[in-house]
């Protein structure tokens, strides 16, 4: 399998159109990955992906963990094989989930001890364990464990916050180095030459049978050899700590850096703000990952700072909601004023929705709580925020994205089409 | 467009090969109707029907009377168009919605009084209107409104209502004459020729704008020239009665006609006993459809006396509820015994479902609650039961039904392949 790699192919101002290749294949970016949190996007199929355009999906470390659990889903050989999706995937590292879904949860140096949301069994979340259980998932991106702080946070509780998602990056990476059986130090400097550093793995001396179950077992299986880790920058709003955080962060070293503990509730303006403190400061030939975000003008904010990689439930959630995005702006599809509209969703889109059926029909299907309304509502929203994307690397190619920018901006800060 | 028309291409005993056209195309006899309750198979998209093999859906008139409304879908031109299905589709009369979802109902010789079940209001269901709510829907094939008796019920009520349904098919028939043009006698006789006596029917004529709402509006619009509609034998599970039933609706003068009544709770053998008493007095040159069978097995049986048509929620409802049906029984797929199966639903189906993943993926979906749970395990048993019917349709060219019918029973009368 090749190594994790990236080049950038066009600039646009700090916008970057690139190109990120995994162990299963490669991604154009900027790139937009749709959010399937328990191992399926909610009411897609692979195909469906494939045909909206998706090109690498997101994994919720956590949900697998605890459901049906790592060790069973290495030993059906992993996840691209477990859920039929061969295309590039990226999980999270179970923190985020496991700090908003658990509860009891408490923090201590070791990692998160927590009790499963589905049974309330107690659990602990180490750095150690993150970096096994997604060696085990074989995503060809892990992501470290770090700590998501409740907002607002004091000063000095977002300084000492960061000093240890830093510590945990540390420690993660060190276990996901052992694990893919390199010496600290041969991914971080020369990523592009990884692969042959990296032995053989001998995937049958996994040790014992692994047993089902959310604990990580003794001896994790490397699923995905030459799988990609990267570390996460946080520092919430605070431009020191966001410098400190890339300091330690990048002085541990990683394939590719992300900027995490945002879209949880701030101001707009103080996201595109980090964003753009932070983004300059991480290495110009890795992909730079804003997690959770966002909107499509959220998404075209951060590819001008000089983000690449993004995910989101906005498209998938609104989507069974009956919000969906259209080239006219926001459309609540329940609104009485479809109920007779014979038009498609939006005129401009080719998706299998729009080629297909009306919005009187979609407005039927969703007031009758059909699952049809779920599913034909997501493969439009992610076809729109996919087609996005699209549109946001040609306007990088052509010099064009500032125009691009504009456009979306008055597309979605206008009143909802519908309201 | 065609008249509707039948011909049988080859026998084995009782049981016919044959060809049915409508409006919309010609189904392959026998055929199996998956159910579009509110207008969509539920988890399906049309795309994913024709993948399956479906050739004809069938609508619930009662449901989508009262939402989105008859009116609304004629003019948006029609079902076939509103749902984005352009092959056959059947609509029952409603009849069957109003006794069982209605409240408060109660049967009058003008119809059926009920209250919604969406929101309480009080509508009335006659042998006119479910003629004329029909004819704007626009299926290929309309249903008689006929009185479904609650079992059990005495000699006398069964005879009483049996009467009843008969004098609503006369009412019934009429008005579906009425509506498409035609004189009383023009399409009873000779079906095959019928086309040329339908007077070509100005669309522009239907009257005022139509109003949405479940109502049927004064003038309807006829959406689907050339619409078939299908009487129906009643009689509960007595002879005699049924007798009586066959000989009314035969008078009046059907294009086609159904077995009614059956597969509300009574016994396999009382159902298998009314068919074989029924099937063989309708008339040769027609299709004769049995409403609401049935399991694999029940089909096999009535299509050994000589039905044609069958719709059943069974594989849709048994999907969403993890029951699946395969070559080697039924299967639970929430079983523990499954976690960890690596091979498909069922090794001999090529559907989409089964080519794509393990059964250890698929329950893991199910437990979890996923959409997509719904999405595949329908595919999967709709794909199951259309494969069915191919094999039906080929026994009887070559002479073997009896053999598929034993290896059915086999099949399916052996405890649960996975209890």
């Known amino acids: 399998m090749p190594p994790f790699s990236f080049r950038v192919l066009h ?10 290749a995994t162990a299963h294949g490669v991604v154009q970016t900027p790139a937009f990955m749709p959010v399937g949190t328990r191992g ?23 949900h697998l963990w605890l459901r049906p659990g790592d060790g069973l889903i290495a030993r059906l050989g992993g996840l691209h094989r477990f859920i039929g999706w061969d295309g590039p995937i990226l999980t999270d590292s179970g923190g985020f989930q496991a700090f908003s879904l658990g ?4 923090i201590t140096e070791d990692g998160i001890r927590f009790r499963s949301h589905l049974d309330g069994s107690e659990h602990l979340l180490t750095p150690e364990g993150a970096a096994e259980i997604q060696a085990q998932l074989g995503p060809d991106i892990a992501m470290v464990l770090d700590e998501c702080l409740a907002q607002p946070a004091s000063m000095s509780a ?21 694990l893919q059986g390199l010496d600290s130090g041969d991914r971080q400097l020369d990523v592009n030459t990884a692969e042959s550093r990296i032995p053989p793995l001998d995937l049958a001396r996994g040790g014992p049978e692994l047993v089902e179950g959310p604990n990580p077992a003794p001896q994790p299986r490397v699923t995905t050899p030459g799988q990609a880790q990267f570390g996460i920058i946080q520092g919430g709003t605070v431009p020191e700590l966001r410098t400190l955080s890339v300091e ?41 990952y804003l997690m959770g975000v966002g909107t499509p003008l959220d998404i075209v904010e951060a590819v001008s700072c000089g983000v690449d990689l993004f995910d989101c439930v906005m498209p998938t959630r609104n989507a069974r909601n009956g919000q969906l995005f259209t080239s006219g702006g926001r459309l609540t599809i329940k609104n009485a004023r479809y109920a007779a509209d014979e038009g498609p969703l939006d005129a401009a889109c080719a998706c299998y929705t729009c080629r297909t059926h009306s919005r009187a029909y979609l407005r039927h299907l969703f007031v009758s709580g059909e699952i049809g309304a779920a599913v034909l509502n997501t493969i439009h929203n992610l076809r729109f925020y996919l087609d996005t994307m699209a549109r946001v690397r040609h306007a990088i190619v ?6 691009l920018r504009q456009s979306l901006q008055a597309m979605f800060s206008r009143p909802l089409s519908d309201s």
Chains 1, 2 share one sequence.
């Not at 399926?40 to 956590?62: Q, S």
């Open 158 to 178: 977002v300084r000492e916050s960061t000093e240890r998602s830093a510590r945990w990056a540390r420690r993660c990476r060190d276990r996901f180095l052992e």
């Open 40 to 62: 399926a996007v909610k009411g897609m199929t692979p195909r469906d992906l494939r045909e909206v355009g998706a090109e690498i999906i997101l994994g919720n470390t956590y």
């Open 248 to 288: 330690k962060t990048l002085a541990i070293g990683f394939e590719a850096y992300a900027i995490g503990g945002l879209s949880v509730g701030e101001p707009a303006d103080a996201m595109y703000s980090v964003v753009g403190h932070t983004a300059p400061q991480l290495p110009a030939d890795r992909p730079r």
């Open 11 to 20: 600039t646009d101002g700090a916008a970057r159109r690139g190109e990120m």
């Open 398 to 403: 052509f010099g064009t994205l500032e125009t």
């Open 103 to 106: 509860s009891k949860r408490v």
